[in-house]
């Protein structure tokens, strides 16, 4: 007997019943809609967030942090310099204080780091990219504003200018600096949102001036090494815990990447549980369709067998039945998630998450839904298949 | 003339609740190659276990059947028994038995699609087989609107659409009038002389025995007696004392 032969007894029973079919086929739709959405959106926001933060923290750096001494000094700076492998390494200092200006007192970071260095640490090749008028480069008191420093948050108008006074109130001390470059509004989260982070105002300042009127002591809050050697990365990164004071927090892009996609991971496999759940019922759905169909077609199933029909032709029919409706139901689920894909733009923090149908997704999404629902169906229409056709004729 | 269908004490035991239930009991006899052969008795004589036992739907507990030289009563596989029923057996049912959801002349394509025949060439088997039983204007009704008469034919052209050696109707008169019952009798009468169809029919009205060769009556699962045209009227005595 040949496929289509089985495919053409399938479709006319499904013809007959076609009030359950279609809601069977609703549920599988829901059920792969759901489950290629979360997979879909997980992909997304692990693509999106390991792309930023690999361009925010340079594949080849190691960010170095805390310790309970409450930060670095060149010493510990030089001593990280010595591990080999380590092309160079410069800290970065940080202090908070009050600006005032003609829209009021507004907090801000004050963020001392070498010039040369500030491309790396904001996640960008050309400063140009990030800074939309004046200098490129914090020298002397002339420092860099972030944009909701020079713009006023509620009305948009321009409150600084390139050449404008900036004082800076830190705990009882009064700094006068000047706006040497005014920063764009940017999109990008760690480094670069250091300078952007909505609602937080940062001033990027030379490390010279920083440690001449601001802080009297050569102390780095953080330190930013980079790697020469990218193969003896983990071995570096083990080399500078060894070094770096008790307490540090040591980063890398590599293990951040590493336990961000665990993280996305663990979270996929969650929403896809939930996801599963959905299935699962459309699976209880069609073994219940499956049953009563069983039943209702008893003696068609013996005349079935009369005519000559093995148990397995029978068993095919009705497994193909519920793989129609499978196939009918992860068609239009992945139509519909393919076109959502179009359009679903997720905001988060300050980037948007899309729906991502990647091979895999594609493949997890259909044959998932597909092998539950004919687990799902074997067991009735085995039992169905396995019936004695005189039995099957006598039923009533 | 050949025998076509032997049994040698044949016995049919079931296992019910309240014991073994024996539904035939030691029956040899055979049917010869083109006979209209009848087996009549009151109901619960085992008549349509011994059709069910011929037509490979059931296992002897006991006995040899053989069937055009193939001892059926040991093949076991349900691929060769299902080869047997499509290839050698045509059945026909008191129920009729036709699937509501297809047309007629899918209907009676269904042992042909079991064969692997193409459509174009099952098609026209088809509609060969529902000429031979004059519904060849039905073909693309369902079977809902034909009437029980027409609906029992269609399920003959099922039976013997894939040209089977010997049709085995169980009751095939059971659910229809007497002017139908006619129809289908002269249907029958046609298949088995026109085109050397083997027919096994199990009935218990006696009306019906005047178109066959031969009659078995049976009783309790035995077999009591064989009846030829010339001895039906003993036969007929003997169903009138036990009514």
Redesign the interface.
Known sequence: ??FS?YF??AF??L??KRGRAIGAIIGVTIAVLALSLALGIGESFQKTFVEQLQRTIAANSIIVTGGYTGGFSDADIAYFKRIPGVKDAFGLATTTGVTITSSGEQPVTLVAIDPQRLPDFLGVSDMRQVVAEGSTQPSGLGVLVSYNLWSDPNTGQRILDVGSPLVVRIKSKSIQLVVSGLMVQSSSMMGGSVGHMSGAAYIYMDPSTYFTYVSNTRNYAAVIILVGDLSRLDQITKEVRAVAPPGSNIISAASMVSQFTALVGALETFIGLVSAVGMGVTALWIFDSTTISVVQRT??I????????????VLIIFLLEAIIISAIGIVIGLSLALILSMFVKIPMFTLQIGLTLTPSVVALSSLLPLFMNALAAYIPSRRGASL???EA?RYE | MSEIIILEHVSKIYNSASGPVIAVNDVSMSVRQGEFFAIVGPSGSGKTTMLHLIGGLDRPTSGKIIVAGREISSLRSDESLSRYRNEIVGFVFQMFYLVPRLKVIENVELPLIKKGIPRDERRKMALEALRMVGLESAALKYPTQLSGGEQQRVAIARAIVGRPRILLADEPTGNLDARNSQVIMDVFRKLNQEYGITIVMVTHNLELIWYCDRVARMQSGSLVDIYTPDTYDQLIVSFVKKV
């Open positions: 007997m040949r032969e053409y007894l006319t029973s013809k007959e003696k068609e013996g005349i079935l067998k009369a005519l000559g029909y093995t148990s397995l032709d004695n056709p005189v004729l």
